[in-house]
């Protein structure tokens, strides 16, 4: 029996809730899904899992007939009925009430301009029929039914007032607003802290657990996160450019997986491979009591009036010598990207001081100052939002040399330009295109291109690796690893991913609410964790 038609779930008739057969999806000439068939049944879990550009989320979007400009064929069954064959009409009947969907990014999902409550009441009184303060009633009830904290004042808040994982929750309120038979969750934990990602998963869980019970609710996991999978699902299907190339029980899959793609999943976790640090390596950078406050506004006045300030980071000190890496973990919110905008001196501070090779950073005058920015460079995380789209390669990388290295010629420039592009497994060919034609592992390699050209001493790190797939992470992190050896760099690397830092880091800095309660070697905080809050990100992070 072929993998794609293997372990298809029935109901107590003998048919799934929801079939997939022989599908196919294509853009033009682009093939994206290429005939799959897959069955959900009632009250199962079953995750679809692949890297970036697999078919996915294309699939999802099939099945709510959401696809715009696309070729598609086979058929899609729910609950016996064609959903090719229904008219648009029927199909936004049927969209958040009977198949609901939750989105991987909640704050391009939600409407800005619309408290959560408004939005939440809107798919009620659209699918039910109900008054709008019932409706409201409701939302009230669903928001604390996913644990936001007094829902009562959250059902007035708007999308850009809420954290990320409060605005996952609403999202999941949202879903579960008309009581749908059939969930699809697109990457629902993908941009969560560890400690949020496990809660969002215990909810999912619990929910599915009561709506299994009571109206025998199904979901349908799309992500690439194996964690999670694990500890979701019931059955994995495996996609690989737009082949369904495995599907079983979660035990079998990962215990005994038969196909190759399947297995370079499984395998590919961070893996460490760093070299210590000589004991004789100097400091690049010294931090100490650096603290950051930002001013706060009174409520109900506008304009520049303010009463007080709030502490983004407190009393934290942090060195990083050379050829070493030192890891700065938290939650979202801690203080982790502040703290560094300060160590670069790109955040005005409070108090403290921040000394760069021996000499503090205010002393840096006029051409020093100069070669102190190109002697400190940053990757962000996502490295395509922090380029501009009309910028060539070429421009993109070369524009640091063109600042600090005007002496250089064009053909020098662009030799430079080609000699590390050819370091992180790049060639000439790239310097006439624009990142919108990268996959996102290559626009990660073109960042890390663009703050090497100019040999740094220290290298910032924000979250490189967060939007990447498993494998292709792990490319970038064994790159960023030769990279260091070879030049003998200074990482401060910012994450929330323990098992990335614990790959990457030789000393950890961890971070709550501004402050920094814990610095250790990165194997003394992984095996011996004073701090109780270490403790606790080590615990959500074993529970993936």
């Not at 029927?90 to 009977?98: P, Q």
């Not at 879903?175 to 969560?192: I, K, Q, S, W, Y």
């Not at 950890?508 to 270490?534: C, L, N």
């Amino acid at each position: 029996m072929s993998a794609a038609h293997s372990n298809q779930a029935m109901d107590a008739n003998g048919a799934p809730l929801l079939s997939i057969e022989g599908l196919s999806i294509a853009f033009g000439e682009t093939v994206a899904v290429n005939d799959i068939t897959l069955a959900i049944g009632r009250g199962e879990r079953v995750a679809l899992v692949g890297e970036s550009g697999s078919g996915k989320t294309v699939t999802a979007l099939a099945i709510l007939r959401l696809l715009r400009d696309a070729q598609v064929s086979g058929a899609i069954r729910f609950a016996g009925a064609d959903l090719n064959a229904k008219s648009e009409r029927d199909m936004r009947a049927l969209r958040g009430s009977d198949i609901a969907m939750i989105f991987q990014e909640p704050m391009t999902a939600l409407n800005p301009l619309y408290t959560i409550g408004e939005q939440i009441a809107e798919t009620i009184v659209a699918h039910d029929g109900v008054a709008p303060a019932e409706a409201r009633r409701r939302a009230v009830a669903l928001l604390a039914r996913t644990g936001i904290a007094e829902p009562n004042k959250r059902v007035l808040s708007y999308p850009h007032q809420l954290s990320g994982g409060q605005r996952q929750r609403a999202m999941i309120a949202m879903a579960l607003a008309c009581r749908p038979r059939l969930l699809l969750a697109d990457e629902p934990t993908t941009a969560l802290d560890v400690t949020i990602r496990a809660q969002i998963v215990d909810l999912l869980l619990e929910l599915q657990r009561e709506e299994a019970a009571k109206r025998g609710m199904a979901v349908l996991l799309i992500t690439h996160d194996l964690n999670l999978v694990r500890r979701f699902a019931e059955r994995v299907a495996v996609m690989e450019h737009g082949v369904l190339v495995e599907c079983g029980p979660v035990e079998r899959i990962f215990e005994a997986p038969q196909h190759a793609y399947t297995r370079r999943l499984i395998e590919s976790r961070p893996r460490r491979s760093v070299q210590p640090v000589l004991p004789i390596s100097p400091a690049v950078l010294e931090a100490r009591d650096v603290s950051v406050a930002f001013r706060t506004r009174l409520p109900g006045m506008r304009g520049w009036f303010h009463s007080g300030s709030f502490a983004a980071v407190s009393n934290a000190s942090v060195a990083v010598r050379q050829g070493e890496t030192l890891g700065i973990v938290g939650e979202s919110g801690s203080g982790k990207s502040t703290l560094a905008m300060a160590l670069l001196g790109l955040q005005r501070t409070a108090f403290g001081t921040i000394e760069f090779q021996g000499q503090p950073l205010a002393s840096y005058r006029g051409r020093a100052k100069t070669e102190l920015r190109s002697n400190m460079q940053v990757v962000f995380q996502d490295p395509f939002s922090s380029r501009s789209p009309r910028h060539t390669i070429e421009r993109i990388v070369g524009e640091g040399l063109a600042l600090h290295r005007p002496e250089l010629g064009a053909a020098a420039r662009r030799e430079k330009i080609v000699a590390i592009l050819r370091e992180v497994g790049m060639d000439r060919t790239v310097l006439a295109r624009y990142p919108h034609e990268f996959s996102g592992g290559q626009r990660q390699r073109i960042a890390i291109a663009r703050a090497l050209v100019l040999e740094p001493r220290l290298l910032v790190l924000d979250e490189p690796t967060s939007a990447l797939d498993v494998s292709i992470q792990q490319q970038v992190l064994a790159l960023l690893s030769a990279l260091q050896q070879k030049y003998n760099l200074a990482f401060i690397f910012i994450s929330h991913d323990l098992a990335v830092i614990g790959a990457m880091a030789h000393r950890v800095a961890v971070m709550q609410d501004g402050a920094i309660v814990e610095t250790a070697d990165v194997e003394k905080i992984f095996s011996k964790p004073r701090h109780p809050y270490t403790q606790k990100l080590l615990a959500a992070s074993m529970q993936g």
